[in-house]
């Protein structure tokens, strides 16, 4: 297929000009031919989706059709999926066949849109490579050599080895943003509480939100219109008219004024990424757009602040893996501490029991206050610099991550090193803003560079225009990998 | 050395609300294990709690009725621990904002009333149930109770008695179930009791290092418990050892704490917000609505009952016990238009048949309108003391009305005085000795020539009427 945007494939569907089943075909051929080498999926299951396509052939048939029915997609292993393995990347759930439906995946369902399967992730989504997998590290497309991102690396691959059209993600310090970033693909991650949290696995409850990933800004906006909405499930979900993320799109740009945070063009930020991001900066202005100078100063904490708060949360959130329910339980122990301290030791893996300690510490007694409420009144002031910062801009552009992919276990022996991947994404997560990653350019060895926006809440319908135009002007989103065409 | 107690105490209620505090689960007691254990309940991966506005409204209502302050935001935090029966590995408490702060209960011990005030009370889930029973060598787990809703009312450490530490907990299951909040079952576990005790020399103005009794779940073994922990702590201090903070349990079999666990032991629950819940914001409306549909607290209706009914300190006391007892006896007092009559028969003849029976008010055979349809019978004179009782035998029966009952049964008290006056005329005539008696002076021989009149009727000649006639035919 020439044209794999979510409108042609629609378009195609609705003519009859493909079916469903296909559609879907195609796209689990294609799996089976590349899937070996990137390992982008953790479950694959060709007769559970090629039922779903029939259902959506049968829903375009009788002409009950909806802007992307029969379209597939790729889920995130984070999603509760009934009837499906659910693992999110973890010995702990790697015999966890969900019972219940995740409200995202309820509403792609609803679309009528099939899943193609779960793709792979960063354990419990803890990871910026796609390393910490239990079903091993995801390859990245560009270079199987390099990492695809993490932690919906998975998902960033699939879409960008055309494996899927379109893939659901999660992101809690960039793991939209930043593995769109290095997979050449768009990804988005929304205001906080603007997609349901419900049925997906919690790693930081205040942080984590779910969004579309897709070669293009346009596929995002047709994707958002699905996942988002008001949930009565979720209490942090936001209830508010529903909005058409694509009524935007075709905006001119004249008169946007693009915020250049000064603290996200310093020190640490690869030269080649900063001078893509320029010329995607000078492309914009081509556009009509205007550029202002803006900072934020307390960004440069978002680090230290995110690794306090996100760990705490983790800690509590993945207390319930105890092997007393459902999930891994080790097969031997002599007491009942013993069964919880072998079950979690057997059946976390290395990165989320360093960020389960660290996060017990930052709550234990006498330790609260410096940890927990210092990096709160942190989290407030970078959000404070956001809100000035809106004051002055339309939308903020900077780089997604600071370098390129790097390879396979080049970082994976320093966390702090593989942390720092996240600079510039963790501050919209902390501040609850919309923030997308963009394709703008290749470094020398051929891998892609992104670029990020972080809007004001409820802008994505502004960010996207924003994106489309760009889109439209460059074609760093269509690119494809080489060998895998 | 004379020694004073400290008491604080405590209480975990259950909410009466029909689902659970976070999910739509029933929480009806007593169904087959986890049969109402939903998603959320087993905190399967990716659920989320939602709260249920009804446990909100069983807090109002306890602050308003307790006059506390209600925090208008307040917070839900998540207590980290591991067990098996909680599905989480923390439970959804209040912490640092809890819905109710300050308050006040007034209790009474031998006449003597004294306030105590509270401290806070706070929403939180409740935890499953480990099994021990048959399961050989392991344990199982029933999910069902997990995230039912519950109060817990914390009070300061006012208590200085068993006594007074029984009163609070009563005059607070009172309240409770008054204010339909509870349904106060003891035996299920939806009052529950837990009481810091501590001792320390009279005069002496710091507190002593308290120990705390876990799971009271009857007045009896609250009072014994207290009562073996202060002995206990005692002796320890003048046997010259110290006590350590603790948690123990009480064994109803021997009638003793014994340790639980030690302060050493104690976990670091690592509090922090839970950030899956918004603040509990409450605001004036919400707040004035719940208070429009408060009942009449026991305060006020026992002011109420003495001001309206004209019965005493202690009896109003007494039918305010509980909303149903209170309810009753006024709706029998409205029948019959007698107060004091009322009180005496519901807390006498009433309360001594219920009690035989082991029934509680509610389940009472006889209804407040037949009640109070009997006393307005013995108001009108239709029915001697004597002739009610037997009716009310009727009635407890089941007999039917009490028109009915005295028709069917002959008991209606004799009314035409011609009739009386024959049975006295014979009585006088069989009884010279007794006349002669009275006529020389002795008051005695006329309380004999009554009961003769009486016993001559077969009990149905009214007494006042019979004494009136007598006099007057004595005197003649």
Redesign the interface.
């Known amino acids: 297929m020439s044209d794999t945007s979510l409108s042609a494939l629609a378009a195609q569907l609705a003519d009859k000009q493909i079916s469903s089943r296909e559609l879907a075909r195609i796209y689990l051929d294609r799996i089976a031919a590349l899937n070996p080498a990137i390992n982008a999926f953790i479950t694959v299951d060709p007769e559970k989706t090629l039922l779903e396509a029939a259902a959506a052939d049968a829903l375009i048939a009788a002409g009950k059709n909806g802007p992307l029915t029969g379209v597939p997609i790729a889920h995130k292993d984070i999603?509760?999926t009934d009837g499906w393995l659910?693992t999110?990347g973890s010995k702990m759930?790697s015999n966890?066949v969900?019972?219940?439906d995740?409200h995202v995946i309820q509403r792609f369902k609803a679309a009528g849109m099939p899943s193609l399967g779960k793709t792979n992730m960063d354990e419990f989504a803890m990871g910026s490579s796609n390393e910490t997998s239990y079903f091993g590290a995801v390859k990245n497309p560009w270079n199987p050599a390099y990492v695809p991102g993490g932690s919906s690396g998975g998902a960033a691959a699939c879409v960008a080895a055309r494996m899927a059209p379109a893939a659901t993600g999660t992101d809690t310090g960039g793991s939209i943003r930043q593995p769109a970033a290095l997979t050449g693909i768009t990804g988005l991650k929304p205001t906080y509480g603007l997609v349901s949290?419900?049925?997906?696995?919690?790693f930081?409850?205040?942080l984590d939100q779910a969004g579309p990933m897709a070669p293009s800004a346009e596929d995002c906006a047709l994707l958002l219109n699905v996942m988002t909405g008001f949930d009565?499930?979720?209490?942090?979900s936001l209830e508010r008219a529903k909005e058409d993320y694509t009524r935007d799109l075709e905006k001119p740009l004249s008169g946007l004024r693009v915020g250049l945070p000064r603290e996200f063009f310093a020190e640490g930020l690869n030269s080649e990424v900063a001078a893509a991001v320029e010329a995607a900066v000078n492309e914009l202005k081509t556009l009509g757009a205007t550029t202002v100078d803006i900072s934020l100063a307390n960004s440069r904490l978002a680090i230290p602040v995110y690794y306090v708060l996100a760990p705490?949360?983790a800690?509590?959130n993945?207390?319930?893996?105890?092997g007393?329910?459902?999930g891994y339980r080790a097969p031997d122990y002599a007491s009942?501490d013993d069964m919880?301290s072998k079950t979690r030791a057997q059946g976390f893996g290395d990165e989320v029991k360093r960020r389960i300690l660290i996060g017990?510490y930052v709550?234990?007694?006498g330790y609260?206050d410096a940890y927990?409420l210092q990096a709160q009144k942190i989290r407030r002031l970078i959000a404070d610099d956001f809100a000035e910062a809106f004051k002055a801009c339309d939308v903020i552009l900077g780089p997604t991550a600071p370098g390129t992919a790097f390879r396979l276990g080049e970082k994976s022996g320093d966390p702090v090193e593989m942390y720092l991947n996240d600079l510039y994404t963790i501050p919209a997560n902390l501040a609850g803003l919309p923030g997308m990653s963009l394709p703008c350019g290749f470094d020398s060895q051929g891998l892609p560079i992104g670029l990020q926006l972080v809007g004001n809440y409820f802008s994505e319908a502004k960010m996207l225009n924003v994106a489309h135009q760009y889109q439209r002007a460059t074609d760093w989103h269509s690119r494809q990998p080489e060998g895998l065409k | 050395m004379k020694w004073e107690t400290v008491i604080g105490l405590e209480v975990h209620t259950q909410l009466a609300t029909k689902s659970k505090i976070f999910s739509g689960s029933s929480t009806a007691f007593g169904a087959a294990p986890n049969t109402q254990a939903s998603a959320v309940d087993i905190a399967l991966p990716g659920v989320l709690p939602v709260l249920n506005k009804g446990a909100v409204e069983c807090a109002i209502r306890f602050g308003l009725a307790i006059g506390a302050t209600l925090n208008r935001v307040n917070v839900f935090d998540r207590k980290n621990y591991f067990y098996p029966d909680l599905p989480k590995g923390y439970q959804i408490s209040q912490l640092a904002k809890p819905i109710v702060e300050g308050g006040a209960l007034t209790i009474a011990v031998d006449g003597e009333e004294k306030t105590i005030h509270l401290t806070r009370a706070h929403m939180e889930e409740d935890a499953g149930k480990s099994l021990h029973e048959d399961f050989h060598g392991m344990t199982g787990i029933d999910l069902n109770r997990a995230g039912t809703p519950l109060l817990e009312i914390v009070s300061e450490p006012e208590m200085r008695s068993s006594a007074e530490a029984v009163a609070y907990a009563r005059a607070l299951h009172t309240l409770v179930t008054w204010i339909g909040i509870c349904d106060g079952n003891m035996q299920e576990g939806s009052f529950r009791v837990d009481a810091n005790v501590s001792v320390r020399p009279v005069g002496q103005a710091e507190f002593g290092t308290r120990r705390e009794i876990k799971n009271l779940n009857s007045f009896k073994f609250l009072q014994q418990a207290i009562d073996y922990e202060v002995r206990w702590q005692i002796e320890t201090l003048e046997d010259g050892g110290r006590i350590e903070q603790a948690t123990v349990l009480f064994d109803p079999d021997t009638g003793e704490t014994r340790m639980m666990r030690s302060k050493e032991d104690a976990h670091d629950y690592r509090y922090f917000p839970d950030p899956d819940l918004l603040p509990v914001k409450l605001d004036d409306a919400w707040i004035e609505s719940v208070r429009a549909v408060l009942p009449e607290l026991p305060a006020a209706m026992q002011a109420h009952f003495q001001r309206d009914y004209g019965v005493s300190a202690y009896d109003a006391a007494v039918l305010t016990g509980s909303r149903a007892l209170a309810d009753y006896f006024e709706a029998v007092a409205k029948t019959c238009g007698q107060g004091k009559l009322a009180a005496n028969w519901v807390m006498g003849e009433l309360a001594a048949a219920l009690n035989k029976a082991e029934l509680d008010i509610g389940q009472s055979p006889v209804s407040a309108a037949r009640l109070g349809a009997l006393i307005a019978r013995i108001q009108d004179g239709t029915l001697s003391g004597k002739l009610a009782r037997q009716v009310f035998e009727g009635l407890w029966e089941g007999a039917g009305e009490v028109d009915a009952i005295i028709e069917a049964r002959g008991l209606k008290q004799m009314s035409d005085s011609g009739e009386l006056e024959k049975i006295i005329d014979e009585v006088l005539a069989a009884n010279q000795k007794s006349v002669e008696e009275f006529r020389s002076g002795k008051d005695k021989a006329f309380n004999a020539l009554i009961g003769q009149v009486m016993k001559a009727s077969r009990g149905k000649a009214n007494p006042a009427q019979v004494n009136t006639l007598l006099k007057a035919k004595l005197q003649n």
């Open positions: 999603f509760c659910t999110c759930l966890f969900a019972p219940y995740a949290r419900y049925g997906m696995i919690a930081a409850s205040s009565p499930n979720d209490s942090t705490a949360e800690s509590s993945l207390s319930r893996f105890d007393v329910r459902y009942l919880y017990t709550l234990s007694h609260y927990y």
